[in-house]
């Protein structure tokens, strides 16, 4: 158990050097730089120059780099090119509305395609080629498109939603939730598809096994076994669906929080792709792939927790 | 922005050589794509409108005979910009698809056929680049290189090339193994051609249902892209920004989000009807559910007095599986009586239907199989058909079940002790600590040289015999009054077959419970049955006292079988086998009644 954590980690923290080195050696191929983005072109090459060595651009890529990671262990990310924020402050406001419409996402898409999974596997016939369908659907629909048509129904027709925007939890709860209904709702679409078909490929196959036979025969209650002893036989790779579907999640974020304006790390990457500011999307990839590798790790520990042959060799 | 499903059945090691005829939906799928690349080459030819020419007086018009898809903000036709906007979102995706592909197959290809440090070496890289946050790194890139999505594109199947490339890998060495590959090594076959000539072929369905899943997800991605600003540049079109451009004006015209949205979800839809048509070729289909749907009845009607007549009574009952040609039946109008007490040995070849039969006596004949006649009426009720509600009375309570592999009878992930608690708490109506010490209790009585230990242990920690003695426990929980055992000492070595045969019949001694064994051992039957019944073909050829039967067998069949049987085997000659065929009692009948017929006419 203890090993394998220190695997995780251990593969955890290349990755992590490697988003930064990626990050930063791609900056040093801009053609143009960073403070020619921001006089624009008519600045003059003595205006340039001083604002590079304002901003430190003027030094050989290693150098900056080096000063960049040693800021991090320090909590500092550096300053947003564009306003002047610290990153560490951008991140700290940002991460928030993100956390809760990936998690939110995550817990609505695990709920119903568990559900629908386990439906479909016992039911089978029909309800299993419905649920391909909604499947196939889930996966095809491009989130933003379904998120646009989201808010023409319930935000203009029906008027019973408001369309963008975000409200911290503690300041509003109420309208909190009502605003996340629908990014919620758009990002959960294709999770929900890939769950629950991977819950119903797995509790099939419990299912299938011979102790179901077995123990119901020796008294044991269908619903209990389905939900008790099939659950527990699908939850590894259900888990491991989930787990990948947190992850996709947070790729969504980028274009939905900009469909929604929800002002979190995804609309952050998306700004500072089109602005140029890498101080701002190297700081907010970075902790978006530390949360990843936090999500993966956790994902592993669990599968050791509920797999009681790995559990006994670790 | 999917991922793959996760199949215990690995489609890498089934992927076939020959893909099937395609069914509707697949051939619906690729005119889609046909029609979707057609109308992208011949663009500037087919397209009614030049895609950039603004006609501000017809703007936003919805579909009209002139303009089939009506028109955009600016008054574009918006076809003609659909049909332009193809090109440059299907050539990103078609590079994203190569890149994928490629990568993956060659990395898999090595990996997988060349083994050792190579192999290592590439998964150990595939698991790093398996962990990066693909999406991030895209915007990484579209920072830099601005605008530049055909390079975001091949990034992202570079990136997320090591999926493919294990899944080729384990293609490769499942066909590596094989004997034909050997041989072909062994006879100096460069491995260049082998891979070429064995190995790929084998990889074939796998590519295409790969490439096409992977395709519907660069699309995806792409369109997102292309909608935040990053893609294509207007005013030139492409699907994701057409979104982008509609969703300003979603308030007034919504129409306008239809056109790009809708090809998008069909192009994405059809490269996935595609791969998953085929993954469900490629993977074995699906598995049959062992677990019993509840039947209908809600009542046990009461064909005779309880306490009185046999214990159990299976009357003309059969068995038969649905199948396209109507029901095909694997047991027919079986009918046999067990006694308070006694001890009732159904003996077969496999095959035979006696399994089927004990399920039937248990109602757990499971998904797809159903019960067509008779009745098992046990202690004056009839069973069949019957509700869950009805049959918690009986299963594990008065009717409890032994199976033939100890190993796979319970259930992995929960202790064995804690799962036999479960049995007690269900079937002998005690609880807390009660439940608990009655759990040592039985195991201390199926004699387990360390109860308390034993019910501490999964499963897969306990030996053959081990686990078929908690199975036995699992079965005394509820108190029964008859056990069906279902050839509980076939699956066990020689050694272990005669303790647990003994501790059966200790436990009928002190029980008094009857037993319904099936087996194909007549030592079993001469050492523990009453009485015997003999099935052939999924009928009942001949039942008799033990005794008779050893003594004075009746049918050709059950002489055969006798005479087959090993423990009466002669040093040094043959085991004699069973040859030919056998009447069944319905083909006596229908002999009869064609002798019948032949006679009255």
Same mark, same amino acid.
């Given at each position: 158990m203890i090993r394998l954590i220190a695997t995780r980690i251990a593969v955890s923290i290349p990755v992590l050097f490697i988003m930064t080195i990626l990050t930063f050696l791609l900056a040093s191929l801009v053609p143009g730089d960073a403070a020619t983005q921001i006089l624009g072109?008519? *600045?003059t090459p003595e205006r340039i120059a001083q604002l590079n060595a304002e901003l430190g651009l003027d030094r050989p890529v290693l150098e900056q780099y080096l000063d960049w990671l040693a800021g991090i262990f320090r909590g500092d990310f550096g300053?947003?090119?564009?306003? %002047?924020?610290p990153v560490s402050r951008l991140l700290e406001q940002r991460f928030w509305p993100t956390f809760w419409l990936a998690t939110f996402a995550a817990l609505v898409s695990a709920i119903i395609g568990v559900t629908f999974g386990v439906v479909a596997a016992v039911k089978g016939g029909w309800a299993a080629r419905v649920l391909d369908g909604i499947g196939m659907l889930g996966i095809s629909l491009p989130n933003f498109w379904v998120a646009l048509l989201l808010i023409v129904l319930f *935000?203009?027709?029906? %008027?019973?939603?408001?369309a963008v925007g975000y409200t911290a939890p503690q300041d509003d709860f109420g309208e909190f939730l009502s605003r996340m209904v629908l990014p919620v709702t758009a990002m959960s679409f294709a999770g929900v598809a890939l769950i629950a078909k991977q819950t119903r490929e797995s509790m099939a196959e419990a299912l299938s096994r011979d102790f179901m036979r077995f123990l119901q025969a020796n008294g044991f209650p269908r619903r209990r076994l389905i939900l008790k002893y099939g659950l527990r036989y699908a939850a590894i790779p259900v888990l491991a669906t989930i787990s990948a579907t947190f992850v996709n999640h947070i790729g969504g974020t980028v274009t939905l929080e900009s469909v929604f304006a929800i002002p979190g790390l995804g609309s952050m990457v998306a700004r500072g792709t089109t602005n140029h500011d890498l101080a701002n999307i190297q700081g907010a990839v970075l902790l978006f792939t530390a949360v990843i590798l936090l999500v993966n790790l956790l994902t592993d520990i669990v599968y050791t927790l509920l797999n009681p042959k790995v559990r006994a060799n670790a | 922005m999917s991922t793959a499903v996760i199949s215990s059945t690995s489609a890498a090691a089934k992927a076939p050589g020959k893909l099937r005829r395609p069914s509707i939906p697949v051939i619906l799928a690729l005119t889609w794509l046909v029609i979707a690349v057609g109308g992208a080459l011949l663009a500037d030819v +087919?397209? $009614?409108?030049? $895609?950039?020419? @603004?006609?501000i007086l017809q703007a936003? @018009? &919805?579909?009209t005979p002139e303009h089939l898809l009506g028109t955009d903000?600016?008054?574009?036709?918006v076809l003609s910009r659909l049909m332009h906007g193809a090109g440059p979102t299907l050539s990103s995706v078609a590079v994203a698809v190569v890149a994928y592909t490629g990568i993956g197959l060659v990395l898999g290809l090595i990996a997988g056929y060349s083994g050792g440090w190579t192999d290592r070496a590439v998964v150990a890289l595939t698991s790093i680049v398996i962990a990066l946050p693909v999406i991030m790194v895209l915007f990484v890139v579209l920072s830099v290189f601005r605008g530049n999505t055909w390079l975001a594109m091949l990034v992202f199947g570079v990136l997320s090339s090591p999926i493919m490339t294990l899944l080729v890998r384990s293609s490769a060495i499942a066909v590596r193994n094989e004997l034909f590959v050997d041989a072909a090594r062994v006879s100096g076959l460069s491995p260049l051609y082998i891979v070429f000539r064995h190995v790929l072929p084998r990889s074939r369905g796998l590519i295409i249902v790969q490439g096409a899943v992977f395709g519907a997800t660069a699309l995806i991605v792409e369109s997102s892209l292309s909608y935040l600003?990053? =893609?294509?540049?207007? $005013?030139n079109p492409s699907w994701g920004n057409m979104i982008s451009e509609a969703s300003t004006v979603i308030t007034s015209v919504?129409? /306008?989000?239809?056109p790009p949205g809708a090809v998008i979800a069909l192009t994405a839809l059809s490269l996935g009807v595609i791969g998953d048509s085929l993954r469900d070729s490629v993977s074995a289909g699906w598995s049959t559910s062992k677990l019993t749907p509840s039947g209908r009845r809600t009542e046990a009607p009461r064909v005779a007095e309880a306490? &009185?007549?046999?214990l159990l009574a299976v009357r003309d009952l059969s068995v038969g599986y649905h199948s396209a040609g109507g029901i095909v039946p694997i047991v027919k109008d079986v009918s046999f009586e067990i006694g308070r007490g006694e001890t009732l040995g159904l003996v077969g070849? #496999? =095959? #035979?239907?006696k399994t089927t039969v004990a399920f039937g006596v248990l109602g757990? +004949?499971?998904?797809?199989?159903?019960?067509?006649g008779g009745s098992v009426v046990f202690d004056g009720a009839d069973l069949v058909g019957q509700s869950d509600a009805v049959l918690a009375q009986y299963r594990g309570k008065r009717i409890a079940y032994i199976a033939q592999e100890p190993m796979v009878a /319970? =259930?992995? #992930? !929960?202790r064995v002790g804690d799962q036999l608690r479960e049995a007690i708490e269900l079937n002998d109506g005690l609880s807390g600590e009660a439940a608990q010490q009655r759990v040592i209790e039985l195991l201390t009585l199926v004699e387990l040289r360390d109860p308390a230990g034993s019910a501490r242990k999964?499963? !897969?920690? /306990?030996s053959g015999g081990m686990a078929q003695r908690v199975s036995i426990a699992f079965a005394l929980a509820g108190r029964p009054e008859l056990l069906v055992a279902d050839?509980? &000492? &076939?699956?066990?070595?020689v050694t272990v077959q005669a303790g647990i045969l003994g501790l059966l019949m200790r436990l009928r001694e002190q029980t008094g419970m009857s037993l319904l064994i099936i087996t194909h051992d007549w030592g079993v039957i001469a050492d523990v049955c009453d009485r015997v019944v003999v099935m052939y073909k999924g009928e009942i050829v001949e039942q008799a006292t033990a005794e008779r039967i050893f003594a004075e067998p009746q049918h050709p069949y059950t002489q055969a079988l006798l005479t087959s049987n090993p423990h009466g085997a002669q040093p040094g000659q043959d085991l004699p086998v069973i040859t030919g065929t056998f009447t069944t009692p319905s083909m006596e009948r229908a002999a009869l009644a064609g002798a019948g017929t032949g006679a009255a006419s």
């Amino acid at each position: 158990m203890i090993r394998l954590i220190a695997t995780r980690i251990a593969v955890s923290i290349p990755v992590l050097f490697i988003m930064t080195i990626l990050t930063f050696l791609l900056a040093s191929l801009v053609p143009g730089d960073a403070a020619t983005q921001i006089l624009g072109p008519d *600045a003059t090459p003595e205006r340039i120059a001083q604002l590079n060595a304002e901003l430190g651009l003027d030094r050989p890529v290693l150098e900056q780099y080096l000063d960049w990671l040693a800021g991090i262990f320090r909590g500092d990310f550096g300053t947003s090119l564009f306003s %002047g924020e610290p990153v560490s402050r951008l991140l700290e406001q940002r991460f928030w509305p993100t956390f809760w419409l990936a998690t939110f996402a995550a817990l609505v898409s695990a709920i119903i395609g568990v559900t629908f999974g386990v439906v479909a596997a016992v039911k089978g016939g029909w309800a299993a080629r419905v649920l391909d369908g909604i499947g196939m659907l889930g996966i095809s629909l491009p989130n933003f498109w379904v998120a646009l048509l989201l808010i023409v129904l319930f *935000a203009g027709t029906l %008027g019973w939603l408001p369309a963008v925007g975000y409200t911290a939890p503690q300041d509003d709860f109420g309208e909190f939730l009502s605003r996340m209904v629908l990014p919620v709702t758009a990002m959960s679409f294709a999770g929900v598809a890939l769950i629950a078909k991977q819950t119903r490929e797995s509790m099939a196959e419990a299912l299938s096994r011979d102790f179901m036979r077995f123990l119901q025969a020796n008294g044991f209650p269908r619903r209990r076994l389905i939900l008790k002893y099939g659950l527990r036989y699908a939850a590894i790779p259900v888990l491991a669906t989930i787990s990948a579907t947190f992850v996709n999640h947070i790729g969504g974020t980028v274009t939905l929080e900009s469909v929604f304006a929800i002002p979190g790390l995804g609309s952050m990457v998306a700004r500072g792709t089109t602005n140029h500011d890498l101080a701002n999307i190297q700081g907010a990839v970075l902790l978006f792939t530390a949360v990843i590798l936090l999500v993966n790790l956790l994902t592993d520990i669990v599968y050791t927790l509920l797999n009681p042959k790995v559990r006994a060799n670790a | 922005m999917s991922t793959a499903v996760i199949s215990s059945t690995s489609a890498a090691a089934k992927a076939p050589g020959k893909l099937r005829r395609p069914s509707i939906p697949v051939i619906l799928a690729l005119t889609w794509l046909v029609i979707a690349v057609g109308g992208a080459l011949l663009a500037d030819v +087919i397209a $009614p409108f030049d $895609p950039l020419k @603004q006609e501000i007086l017809q703007a936003m @018009q &919805t579909p009209t005979p002139e303009h089939l898809l009506g028109t955009d903000v600016l008054g574009r036709d918006v076809l003609s910009r659909l049909m332009h906007g193809a090109g440059p979102t299907l050539s990103s995706v078609a590079v994203a698809v190569v890149a994928y592909t490629g990568i993956g197959l060659v990395l898999g290809l090595i990996a997988g056929y060349s083994g050792g440090w190579t192999d290592r070496a590439v998964v150990a890289l595939t698991s790093i680049v398996i962990a990066l946050p693909v999406i991030m790194v895209l915007f990484v890139v579209l920072s830099v290189f601005r605008g530049n999505t055909w390079l975001a594109m091949l990034v992202f199947g570079v990136l997320s090339s090591p999926i493919m490339t294990l899944l080729v890998r384990s293609s490769a060495i499942a066909v590596r193994n094989e004997l034909f590959v050997d041989a072909a090594r062994v006879s100096g076959l460069s491995p260049l051609y082998i891979v070429f000539r064995h190995v790929l072929p084998r990889s074939r369905g796998l590519i295409i249902v790969q490439g096409a899943v992977f395709g519907a997800t660069a699309l995806i991605v792409e369109s997102s892209l292309s909608y935040l600003g990053f =893609g294509t540049v207007p $005013p030139n079109p492409s699907w994701g920004n057409m979104i982008s451009e509609a969703s300003t004006v979603i308030t007034s015209v919504p129409w /306008l989000l239809v056109p790009p949205g809708a090809v998008i979800a069909l192009t994405a839809l059809s490269l996935g009807v595609i791969g998953d048509s085929l993954r469900d070729s490629v993977s074995a289909g699906w598995s049959t559910s062992k677990l019993t749907p509840s039947g209908r009845r809600t009542e046990a009607p009461r064909v005779a007095e309880a306490g &009185t007549g046999p214990l159990l009574a299976v009357r003309d009952l059969s068995v038969g599986y649905h199948s396209a040609g109507g029901i095909v039946p694997i047991v027919k109008d079986v009918s046999f009586e067990i006694g308070r007490g006694e001890t009732l040995g159904l003996v077969g070849e #496999s =095959g #035979s239907g006696k399994t089927t039969v004990a399920f039937g006596v248990l109602g757990v +004949i499971g998904e797809g199989v159903a019960v067509t006649g008779g009745s098992v009426v046990f202690d004056g009720a009839d069973l069949v058909g019957q509700s869950d509600a009805v049959l918690a009375q009986y299963r594990g309570k008065r009717i409890a079940y032994i199976a033939q592999e100890p190993m796979v009878a /319970l =259930g992995p #992930s !929960h202790r064995v002790g804690d799962q036999l608690r479960e049995a007690i708490e269900l079937n002998d109506g005690l609880s807390g600590e009660a439940a608990q010490q009655r759990v040592i209790e039985l195991l201390t009585l199926v004699e387990l040289r360390d109860p308390a230990g034993s019910a501490r242990k999964y499963l !897969h920690e /306990l030996s053959g015999g081990m686990a078929q003695r908690v199975s036995i426990a699992f079965a005394l929980a509820g108190r029964p009054e008859l056990l069906v055992a279902d050839e509980p &000492t &076939t699956a066990l070595d020689v050694t272990v077959q005669a303790g647990i045969l003994g501790l059966l019949m200790r436990l009928r001694e002190q029980t008094g419970m009857s037993l319904l064994i099936i087996t194909h051992d007549w030592g079993v039957i001469a050492d523990v049955c009453d009485r015997v019944v003999v099935m052939y073909k999924g009928e009942i050829v001949e039942q008799a006292t033990a005794e008779r039967i050893f003594a004075e067998p009746q049918h050709p069949y059950t002489q055969a079988l006798l005479t087959s049987n090993p423990h009466g085997a002669q040093p040094g000659q043959d085991l004699p086998v069973i040859t030919g065929t056998f009447t069944t009692p319905s083909m006596e009948r229908a002999a009869l009644a064609g002798a019948g017929t032949g006679a009255a006419s």
